[in-house]
């Protein structure tokens, strides 16, 4: 069973909703970055989240990266994701495991932590993004997300994410979320039908590690909701570094400090974090970017 992203409408259009089955995602997230099983869980939902976000993207050249702060022990995590779905990320401690929450669960709100904020980047391919931030309530990324949307962009959200991995293997056996957005137009007895509805909603990622696929779900879930499934995309955990990006990160560096990298190291190892692929770079290749970044800077100064 493939991963799904569906996006629609309900109660006649005064509700729109963004759901996804993200096992397949969240596993190659898992294997890419050796995830313990609350990182896998933590890192999972935010993929998940993010991945939704960016199906609301009007361009393919867009993207939207998400920050997440909180203090825990697992450190900070970030995440971006692009029109189609597809999602990369990472976070600042992998390995990271911790004793299960009261409730028996994974205990992502500890590792995660609740003393710091989110931050929204969304590049539209403007002049300047545009960052929308927000503090963290819980940890549980879910109430975090629903907080910033709710306050940084007034749009009333309900919002579940959820990761459920083996205890013993560690593999992810299923990864779903759901973001479901009131309308400007949107009546109270809408609202009180989806608060209704939040237990429901919280078994999505149990539905789906049974097998049932995505679309029913939302069809048997919201039955009498005037449901409406208005598209569809594929997710998919993949990093779109390459070694042209990183000659540009080194030649931001500017010109004192990738001299001073030529003269003390004669070599640069640069590692992406988002996939941990390792790019070598020889003293000569450095003393040609080296180069490239005068001539660039001595065209900028012509044209001025």
Not at 24 to 43: D, G, K, Q
Not at 117 to 146: C, H, N, Q, W
Not at 189 to 201: G, Q, Y
Not at 251 to 256: D, H, N, Q, V
């Amino acid at each position: 069973m493939s991963d799904k992203i569906l996006r629609g409408v309900m109660f006649d259009k005064s509700v729109r909703f963004t759901a996804i089955s993200a096992k397949e995602m969240v596993e190659a997230a898992r294997n890419t970055h050796n995830l313990s099983r609350v990182c896998t869980a933590a890192l999972g939902r935010a993929l998940i989240m993010t991945s939704m976000m960016g199906t609301d993207l009007k361009n393919d050249d867009e993207k939207v990266t998400t920050v997440i702060k909180g203090g825990g022990e697992a450190g900070n995590i970030v995440c971006t994701a692009y029109r189609s779905g597809r999602v990369k990320g990472y976070i600042e401690n992998p390995s990271v495991e911790l004793p299960p929450a009261p409730n028996g669960k994974l205990d992502v709100a500890l590792a995660v932590g609740w003393f710091g904020e989110l931050t929204v980047i969304r590049d539209l391919s403007m002049k300047e993004p545009y960052v929308g931030r927000s503090e963290m309530i819980s940890g549980e990324i879910a109430e975090d997300f629903a907080n910033y949307f709710t306050r940084s962009e007034q749009t009333p959200s309900l919002v579940y994410l959820g990761v459920r991995v083996d205890i013993e293997t560690l593999k992810v056996l299923s990864a779903g979320g759901m973001l479901i957005q009131a309308m400007p137009n949107c009546p109270e007895e809408a609202i009180a039908a989806l608060e209704a509805k939040a237990d429901d909603i919280s078994k999505l990622a149990a539905r789906l590690e049974k097998g049932e696929e995505l679309r029913d779900i939302l069809i048997n879930m919201f039955e009498g909701c005037t449901l409406e499934i208005l598209g569809s995309a594929q997710p998919e955990y993949r990093c779109d570094c390459s070694r042209e990006r990183l000659e540009a990160v080194l030649m931001s560096l500017g010109k004192e400090e990738l001299t001073d990298m030529i003269e003390k190291e004669g070599q640069a190892e640069l590692t992406c974090r988002f996939c941990n692929k390792v790019y070598h770079f020889t003293k000569e290749q450095l003393e040609a970017i080296l180069k490239e970044g005068a001539g660039n800077s001595d065209e900028r100064s012509d044209t001025e």
